[in-house]
Protein backbone atom coordinates (compact mmCIF):
# COMPACT_ATOMS: atom_id res chain seq x y z
CA UNK A 1 0.00 0.00 0.00
CA UNK A 2 2.18 3.29 -1.30
CA UNK A 3 1.99 6.13 0.81
CA UNK A 4 3.73 9.54 -0.68
CA UNK A 5 4.66 12.41 1.98
CA UNK A 6 4.86 16.10 0.93
CA UNK A 7 6.32 18.18 4.05
CA UNK A 8 7.06 21.94 3.76
CA UNK A 9 7.47 24.22 6.39
CA UNK A 10 6.62 27.94 7.90
CA UNK A 11 8.36 30.23 10.21
CA UNK A 12 12.21 29.77 9.97
CA UNK A 13 15.02 27.52 11.49
CA UNK A 14 17.29 30.00 12.96
CA UNK A 15 17.63 30.06 16.56
CA UNK A 16 20.57 32.21 16.68
CA UNK A 17 18.77 35.62 17.14
CA UNK A 18 15.09 35.11 17.69
CA UNK A 19 12.76 38.23 17.03
CA UNK A 20 10.81 39.44 20.31
CA UNK A 21 8.96 43.12 20.88
CA UNK A 22 12.47 44.65 21.57
CA UNK A 23 14.65 43.08 18.78
CA UNK A 24 14.66 41.75 15.33
CA UNK A 25 15.22 38.22 14.62
CA UNK A 26 14.35 34.56 13.38
CA UNK A 27 10.59 33.77 14.09
CA UNK A 28 9.58 32.60 17.28
CA UNK A 29 8.10 29.46 16.49
CA UNK A 30 9.19 27.06 13.55
CA UNK A 31 6.81 24.97 12.03
CA UNK A 32 6.70 21.96 9.81
CA UNK A 33 3.68 19.94 7.94
CA UNK A 34 3.39 17.09 5.88
CA UNK A 35 0.36 15.76 3.89
CA UNK A 36 0.20 11.95 3.40
CA UNK A 37 -1.37 10.51 0.26
CA UNK A 38 -1.59 7.20 -1.91
CA UNK A 39 -1.67 7.11 -5.64
CA UNK A 40 -5.36 7.29 -6.14
CA UNK A 41 -6.06 10.60 -3.42
CA UNK A 42 -2.73 12.02 -5.06
CA UNK A 43 -4.51 12.72 -8.46
CA UNK A 44 -7.63 14.03 -6.36
CA UNK A 45 -5.55 16.82 -4.53
CA UNK A 46 -3.73 17.77 -8.01
CA UNK A 47 -7.10 18.46 -9.47
CA UNK A 48 -8.11 20.24 -6.00
CA UNK A 49 -5.28 22.68 -6.24
CA UNK A 50 -6.23 23.48 -10.00
CA UNK A 51 -9.88 23.50 -9.34
CA UNK A 52 -8.85 26.41 -6.58
CA UNK A 53 -6.54 28.01 -8.59
CA UNK A 54 -9.47 28.80 -11.46
CA UNK A 55 -11.56 29.55 -8.80
CA UNK A 56 -9.62 32.52 -7.52
CA UNK A 57 -8.15 33.26 -10.86
CA UNK A 58 -4.71 33.25 -9.76
CA UNK A 59 -2.29 30.97 -11.72
CA UNK A 60 1.02 31.83 -10.14
CA UNK A 61 0.63 31.68 -6.69
CA UNK A 62 3.34 29.56 -5.11
CA UNK A 63 2.68 30.31 -1.21
CA UNK A 64 -0.95 30.48 1.19
CA UNK A 65 1.22 34.10 2.47
CA UNK A 66 0.11 35.16 -1.19
CA UNK A 67 -3.45 34.69 -0.80
CA UNK A 68 -6.02 37.06 1.06
CA UNK A 69 -7.78 36.03 4.30
CA UNK A 70 -11.14 34.56 2.51
CA UNK A 71 -8.89 32.37 -0.28
CA UNK A 72 -6.92 30.71 2.21
CA UNK A 73 -10.23 29.87 4.07
CA UNK A 74 -12.10 28.74 0.85
CA UNK A 75 -8.42 26.89 -0.10
CA UNK A 76 -8.85 24.80 3.16
CA UNK A 77 -12.50 24.10 3.21
CA UNK A 78 -11.53 23.11 -0.76
CA UNK A 79 -9.18 20.25 0.95
CA UNK A 80 -10.90 19.68 4.35
CA UNK A 81 -12.92 17.01 1.97
CA UNK A 82 -9.96 15.05 0.25
CA UNK A 83 -8.81 11.40 1.45
CA UNK A 84 -5.56 12.57 3.20
CA UNK A 85 -3.85 12.83 6.38
CA UNK A 86 -2.22 16.08 7.36
CA UNK A 87 0.37 16.23 10.54
CA UNK A 88 2.09 19.14 12.05
CA UNK A 89 4.60 20.45 14.05
CA UNK A 90 5.11 23.23 16.91
CA UNK A 91 8.12 24.33 18.21
CA UNK A 92 9.02 27.34 20.28
CA UNK A 93 12.88 28.34 20.11
CA UNK A 94 12.84 29.71 23.77
CA UNK A 95 11.98 26.48 24.90
CA UNK A 96 15.27 25.11 23.66
CA UNK A 97 17.44 26.51 26.46
CA UNK A 98 20.24 24.10 27.13
CA UNK A 99 19.72 22.23 24.18
CA UNK A 100 20.39 25.25 22.04
CA UNK A 101 23.84 25.31 23.36
CA UNK A 102 25.21 21.31 23.18
CA UNK A 103 23.74 22.23 19.47
CA UNK A 104 25.90 25.69 19.10
CA UNK A 105 22.84 27.39 17.83
CA UNK A 106 23.02 25.08 14.49
CA UNK A 107 19.76 25.87 12.51
CA UNK A 108 20.45 22.72 10.41
CA UNK A 109 20.60 20.54 13.12
CA UNK A 110 17.64 22.30 15.26
CA UNK A 111 15.64 21.64 11.23
CA UNK A 112 16.97 17.90 11.43
CA UNK A 113 15.70 17.21 14.64
CA UNK A 114 12.24 18.93 14.27
CA UNK A 115 11.90 17.13 11.13
CA UNK A 116 12.62 13.65 12.90
CA UNK A 117 10.00 14.54 15.33
CA UNK A 118 7.81 14.93 12.66
CA UNK A 119 8.90 12.02 10.77
CA UNK A 120 8.63 10.10 13.67
CA UNK A 121 4.24 11.09 13.97
CA UNK A 122 4.19 10.49 10.40
CA UNK A 123 5.61 6.64 10.52
CA UNK A 124 3.91 5.72 13.54
CA UNK A 125 0.46 6.26 11.91
CA UNK A 126 1.31 4.36 8.93
CA UNK A 127 3.37 1.20 10.54
CA UNK A 128 0.50 -0.94 10.75
CA UNK A 129 -0.38 -0.11 6.96
CA UNK A 130 3.28 -0.29 5.73
CA UNK A 131 5.99 -4.03 5.38
CA UNK A 132 8.94 -2.04 3.98
CA UNK A 133 10.39 1.65 3.29
CA UNK A 134 9.42 0.88 -0.55
CA UNK A 135 5.72 1.45 0.54
CA UNK A 136 6.71 5.09 1.34
CA UNK A 137 8.18 8.11 -0.40
CA UNK A 138 9.27 11.40 1.55
CA UNK A 139 9.08 14.88 -0.64
CA UNK A 140 10.73 18.12 0.85
CA UNK A 141 9.99 21.40 -0.68
CA UNK A 142 13.62 22.37 -1.71
CA UNK A 143 14.67 24.98 0.35
CA UNK A 144 17.76 26.69 1.96
CA UNK A 145 18.65 22.95 4.18
CA UNK A 146 21.77 20.92 3.94
CA UNK A 147 20.22 17.63 2.78
CA UNK A 148 23.10 15.45 2.99
CA UNK A 149 23.65 16.25 6.22
CA UNK A 150 20.13 15.77 7.37
CA UNK A 151 20.14 12.21 5.69
CA UNK A 152 22.89 11.09 7.11
CA UNK A 153 20.87 12.63 10.65
CA UNK A 154 17.97 10.60 9.82
CA UNK A 155 19.76 7.31 9.28
CA UNK A 156 22.02 7.50 12.47
CA UNK A 157 18.97 8.17 14.06
CA UNK A 158 17.45 5.65 12.14
CA UNK A 159 19.85 2.63 12.36
CA UNK A 160 20.16 3.55 16.64
CA UNK A 161 17.13 4.65 18.13
CA UNK A 162 17.80 5.93 21.30
CA UNK A 163 13.95 7.06 21.93
CA UNK A 164 11.23 3.99 21.46
CA UNK A 165 9.12 6.94 19.23
CA UNK A 166 12.61 6.95 17.17
CA UNK A 167 11.77 2.92 16.49
CA UNK A 168 8.79 3.60 13.64
CA UNK A 169 11.16 5.32 11.37
CA UNK A 170 12.14 1.60 10.56
CA UNK A 171 10.33 1.90 7.30
CA UNK A 172 12.09 5.21 6.24
CA UNK A 173 14.66 5.19 3.74
CA UNK A 174 16.79 8.46 4.58
CA UNK A 175 18.68 8.37 1.41
CA UNK A 176 15.14 7.90 -0.61
CA UNK A 177 14.19 11.51 0.39
CA UNK A 178 14.05 13.83 -2.71
CA UNK A 179 13.20 17.25 -2.61
CA UNK A 180 10.70 19.67 -4.86
CA UNK A 181 10.66 23.27 -6.04
CA UNK A 182 7.63 24.98 -5.53
CA UNK A 183 5.48 24.74 -8.72
CA UNK A 184 7.19 21.50 -9.74
CA UNK A 185 4.14 19.28 -7.62
CA UNK A 186 0.49 20.74 -6.59
CA UNK A 187 0.69 17.98 -3.15
CA UNK A 188 2.94 21.00 -1.82
CA UNK A 189 0.77 24.00 -1.81
CA UNK A 190 -1.47 21.62 0.43
CA UNK A 191 1.60 20.90 2.72
CA UNK A 192 2.41 24.73 2.69
CA UNK A 193 -1.02 25.67 3.32
CA UNK A 194 -1.17 23.43 6.44
CA UNK A 195 1.85 24.60 7.97
CA UNK A 196 0.55 28.00 7.52
CA UNK A 197 -2.22 27.44 8.91
CA UNK A 198 -0.45 26.21 12.22
CA UNK A 199 2.00 28.98 11.80
CA UNK A 200 -0.65 31.33 12.15
CA UNK A 201 -2.42 30.05 15.71
CA UNK A 202 0.98 31.16 16.89
CA UNK A 203 1.94 34.15 14.86
CA UNK A 204 1.92 37.52 16.98
CA UNK A 205 3.47 40.39 15.39
CA UNK A 206 2.59 43.84 15.12
CA UNK A 207 0.99 43.56 11.71
CA UNK A 208 -1.60 41.07 13.03
CA UNK A 209 -2.22 43.16 16.18
CA UNK A 210 -0.74 40.06 17.99
CA UNK A 211 -3.59 38.45 17.65
CA UNK A 212 -3.03 34.62 16.30
CA UNK A 213 -5.50 33.34 14.07
CA UNK A 214 -6.89 29.78 14.10
CA UNK A 215 -9.32 29.54 11.44
CA UNK A 216 -7.43 28.26 9.23
CA UNK A 217 -6.62 24.78 11.14
CA UNK A 218 -10.00 24.52 12.48
CA UNK A 219 -10.71 24.17 8.90
CA UNK A 220 -8.50 21.60 8.32
CA UNK A 221 -8.33 19.77 11.40
CA UNK A 222 -10.68 17.13 10.46
CA UNK A 223 -8.39 15.53 8.46
CA UNK A 224 -5.91 15.36 10.56
CA UNK A 225 -4.51 12.00 11.99
CA UNK A 226 -6.02 10.96 15.58
CA UNK A 227 -5.66 8.99 17.88
CA UNK A 228 -8.17 5.62 18.70
CA UNK A 229 -10.16 8.02 20.28
CA UNK A 230 -10.63 10.73 17.65
CA UNK A 231 -7.79 13.45 19.10
CA UNK A 232 -5.75 15.31 17.21
CA UNK A 233 -3.24 16.15 19.59
CA UNK A 234 -0.74 14.19 20.32
CA UNK A 235 -1.05 12.01 17.13
CA UNK A 236 -1.40 14.18 14.17
CA UNK A 237 -0.15 16.93 16.00
CA UNK A 238 3.20 16.93 17.52
CA UNK A 239 4.07 19.90 20.27
CA UNK A 240 7.69 20.40 21.48
CA UNK A 241 7.50 19.32 23.87
CA UNK A 242 4.33 19.32 25.09
CA UNK A 243 1.15 21.98 24.75
CA UNK A 244 1.76 24.12 27.69
CA UNK A 245 5.42 24.58 26.70
CA UNK A 246 4.56 26.07 23.65
CA UNK A 247 2.70 28.90 25.71
CA UNK A 248 -0.46 29.67 23.59
CA UNK A 249 -2.85 32.02 23.50
CA UNK A 250 -5.85 30.52 25.70
CA UNK A 251 -8.51 30.25 22.95
CA UNK A 252 -5.59 28.44 20.64
CA UNK A 253 -4.38 25.94 23.24
CA UNK A 254 -8.28 25.08 23.79
CA UNK A 255 -8.53 24.56 20.01
CA UNK A 256 -5.88 22.20 20.04
CA UNK A 257 -7.04 19.98 23.00
CA UNK A 258 -10.39 19.62 21.32
CA UNK A 259 -9.56 19.59 17.64
CA UNK A 260 -11.45 15.95 16.37
CA UNK A 261 -11.11 13.89 13.42
CA UNK A 262 -11.73 10.44 12.23
CA UNK A 263 -9.95 8.22 13.76
CA UNK A 264 -7.46 5.36 12.34
CA UNK A 265 -9.42 2.03 10.56
Known amino acids: MPFSV ?19 GSSPYFVLAA ?11 RKAVEAFR ?17 QKVFFCRSVSTLP ?19 IGSDPQHYYNKCLQYLLERVFTYLSPRIS ?24 KVKDNPFFPESKALQHLN ?26 QCVNKSKANY ?22 VLGAGLKCIHSLDALELDSNVKEVFQRAKAPPPI
Request: hydrophobic share 35%; proline share 3%; glycine share 6%.
Open 84 to 102: VRFFGLVSKKSTLKDYKSQ
Open 35 to 45: CVVQPASAIQV
Open 210 to 231: YIPEYRYFQELSSRFAADDAGR
Open 132 to 155: SSEEVSVILENRNHDYDRMIRFLA
Open 6 to 24: YIDESGDAGIVRVRDEEQP
Open 54 to 70: SAIGKKNWKHATDLNHS
Open 174 to 199: PFGISTRLKGEEDILEVSDLVSHALF
